[in-house]
T-cell receptor, first 111, second 112 residues
Framework: EDKVVQSPLSLVVHEGDTVTLNCSYEVTNFRSLLWYKQEKKAPTFLFMLTSSGIEKKSGRLSSILDKKELFSILNITATQTGDSAVYLCAVEIQGAQKLVFGQGTRLTINP | DAMVIQNPRYQVTQFGKPVTLSCSQTLNHNVMYWYQQKSSQAPKLLFHYYDKDFNNEADTPDNFQSRRPNTSFCFLDIRSPGLGDAAMYLC???????????FGPGTRLTVT
């Protein structure tokens, strides 16, 4: 059974801190890994990763994939209260046209 | 510019009373998905359409059905909603099932 596991499930930090969110996966036929940010609405896309070792960066957010060890991390530096959200990791299954989601990490940034 | 639109945004239905949620898209994507997301849980795929081909997940209850009359529209029918069906229902689209999925804003279903 295809499985995506995120850790931690919940994280509370102070504004300005740096956080690292983890996503590990066990799937039959990996195609890509995606990170989404979900506030009180539908998920919004952050990154898509297909190759190991290539960092994707967008402002204070960055992500990298390790296809050998089957995990990805999402880093957020200099966190702001607006970063508070649930961060979802999803793996795209080759040939199945679907995403398998992890449980999400609920990130809370306190001022 | 709205790309994936879901109506209604909030739906209240009674136990056992059929309900239909709708999704439309302006992206001309050929794949449309329905996800169920319960509180504090990951979105769970119910089914998807690849063009006109319907693909049901093995653990999706028979109570849930879907229709896709054309490329732009897709409906989720819940024949006899139970209290456990209260959730956010997310519609998403993608091109050929590859690349990222675009999500609609979701419909929050309450069952009384």
């Amino acid at each position: 059974e295809d499985k995506v596991v995120q850790s931690p499930l919940s994280l509370v930090v102070h504004e300005g801190d740096t956080v690292t969110l983890n996503c590990s996966y066990e799937v039959t036929n990996f195609r890509s890994l995606l990170w989404y940010k979900q506030e009180k609405k539908a998920p919004t896309f952050l990154f898509m990763l297909t190759s190991s070792g290539i960092e994707k960066k967008s402002g204070r957010l960055s992500s990298i994939l390790d296809k050998k060890e089957l995990f990805s991390i999402l880093n957020i530096t200099a966190t702001q209260t607006g970063d508070s959200a649930v961060y979802l990791c999803a793996v795209e299954i080759q040939g199945a046209q679907k995403l398998v989601f992890g449980q999400g990490t609920r990130l809370t940034i306190n001022p | 510019d709205a790309m994936v639109i879901q109506n209604p945004r909030y739906q209240v239905t009674q136990f056992g009373k059929p309900v239909t949620l709708s999704c439309s898209q302006t992206l001309n994507h050929n794949v449309m998905y329905w996800y169920q997301q319960k509180s504090s849980q990951a979105p769970k795929l119910l089914f998807h359409y690849y063009d006109k081909d319907f693909n049901n997940e093995a653990d999706t209850p028979d109570n849930f059905q879907s229709r896709r009359p054309n490329t732009s529209f897709c409906f989720l029918d819940i024949r006899s909603p139970g209290l456990g069906d209260a959730a956010m229902y997310l519609c998403a689209t993608s091109r050929d099932g590859r690349r990222r999925a675009y999500f609609g804003p979701g419909t929050r279903l309450t069952v009384t």
